[in-house]
């Protein structure tokens, strides 16, 4: 079964943390591109950042010096770290792992930032 589980959501208020996972499933998952996006009510889906198979990381400007993308290989797992959160993250999180035809994406876990 192939399958992208996002994790750790939730509530918090403007200024303050969160961890999301990414645990993959039925694919070689060190192989992959994998991604974050998000999506905000009534928004287009937008990239937060990338880290590929090499360890190549990028980040949308909204993001950066906020936001640390890192994967475990080991773990099968994509992690965001986001700092300094802010009403403008609240979302839906997405995963998503590239490998050539293949497209993978998770189910999406929600991020609210209280002002």
């Known amino acids: 079964q192939v399958r992208l589980v996002e994790s750790g959501g939730g509530l918090v208020q403007t200024g303050g943390s969160l961890r999301l996972s990414c645990v993959a499933s039925?694919?070689?998952?060190?192989?992959?591109?994998v991604d974050w996006y998000r999506q905000a009510l009534g928004k287009q889906r937008e990239l937060v950042g990338s880290?590929?198979?090499?360890?190549?990381?990028n980040y949308a400007d909204s993001v950066k010096g906020r936001f640390t993308i890192s994967r475990d290989n080991a773990k099968n797992t994509l992690y965001v770290q986001m700092n300094s959160l802010a009403p403008e993250d609240t979302a839906i999180y997405y995963c998503?792992?590239?490998?050539?035809?293949?497209?993978?994406w998770g189910q999406g876990t929600q991020v609210t930032v209280s002002s």
């Open positions: 880290i590929d198979s090499d360890g190549r990381i």
């Open positions: 998503h792992a590239a490998f050539r035809t293949l497209d993978l």
């Open positions: 039925g694919i070689s998952f060190s192989r992959y591109d």
